[in-house]
């Protein structure tokens, strides 16, 4: 998993060249005029998924995890807590392999994402969006999947 501000997202870019395309989409992209939905950058190597949502109360939410896809995710407005947890042995509650997700009942850490940060995560680190931070409120964010 990485954390950190949009500004700094040039250090990243070496990780792989699909993951510097989708850095290039975030910065290159006004969200203000795109509506919410799912936009393709590379085939389905590379897909953008914009959303709005209320965050929701921690009992709400699940752990998720991918096989297939990195998650970019990036807050544009709003502000909520991600989960995160290494994924060692923990057993899903919930597979759908048509849409590389598995839902988890476990443990997290929670960390605060506000405007301007994103955070990468990889298959093998669990992650929960959504969880309100000191109220529920509405966020707004992009996620970028970036087949691994």
Do not use: W
């Not at 991918?66 to 407005?77: A, G, K, P, V």
């Amino acid at each position: 998993m990485v954390i950190d501000l949009l500004k700094n997202s040039n250090r990243y870019l070496n990780l792989s060249e699909r993951i510097a395309k989708a850095f290039n989409y975030i910065n290159e992209t006004d969200f203000s005029q795109i509506a919410d939905g799912k936009y393709e950058i590379d085939s389905k190597n590379i897909f953008a998924l914009v959303q709005e949502y209320d965050t929701k109360e921690i009992s709400e939410c699940l752990l998720e995890g991918h096989r297939e896809y990195i998650d970019i995710q990036y807050i544009l407005s709003g502000a909520e807590m991600i989960g995160f947890a290494n994924l060692t042995d923990q057993v899903p509650v919930k597979v759908n392999i048509k849409d590389d997700y598995s839902l988890f009942e476990c443990d997290s850490t929670l960390i605060k994402f506000e405007p301007g940060m994103f955070a990468i995560f990889f298959p093998n680190d669990l992650h929960m969006p959504g969880v309100y931070a000191n109220q529920k409120s509405k966020v707004k964010k992009v996620v970028v999947k970036v087949r691994a």
